[in-house]
């Protein structure tokens, strides 16, 4: 079965730092992660970071300048670097990718990992 998988997830104190992968299982012939969103306990999911192809990211603006996104297409794996992590970054993290499943590229998402910051 063709999933996506995120890992890393943890319990940190404000000013940490949390390292999230995303990595796809199963029968592929492509991998392409495209970004990670989160959601907060009773807000709705919300853009964190995004890839280009070319490995252009793009940043929300609360995470800009802390987090860092990038792909491993050799390890068909996205990660997420969160440094300098605050309460306020507390939510469930989900990865997106398009998967290359037989001869078609399919849109997939995590189940996702919790992030909980402390102050």
């Known amino acids: 079965q063709v999933q996506l998988v995120e890992s890393g997830g943890g319990l940190v104190q404000a000013g940490g730092s949390l390292r999230l992968s995303c990595a796809a299982s199963g029968s592929i012939f492509g991998f392409y992660g495209k970004a990670w969103y989160r959601q907060a306990p009773g807000k709705q999911r919300e853009f964190v970071a995004s890839i280009t192809s070319g490995g252009s990211p793009n940043y929300a603006d609360s995470v800009k300048g802390r987090f860092t996104i990038s792909r491993d297409n050799a390890k068909n794996t996205m990660y997420l670097q969160m440094d300098s992590l605050k309460p306020e970054d507390t939510a469930v993290y989900f990865c997106?990718?398009?998967?290359?499943?037989?001869?078609?590229?399919?849109?997939?998402w995590g189940q996702g990992t919790q992030v909980t910051v402390s102050s």
């Open positions: 997106n990718a398009d998967l290359k499943v037989t001869r078609v590229w399919v849109d997939y």
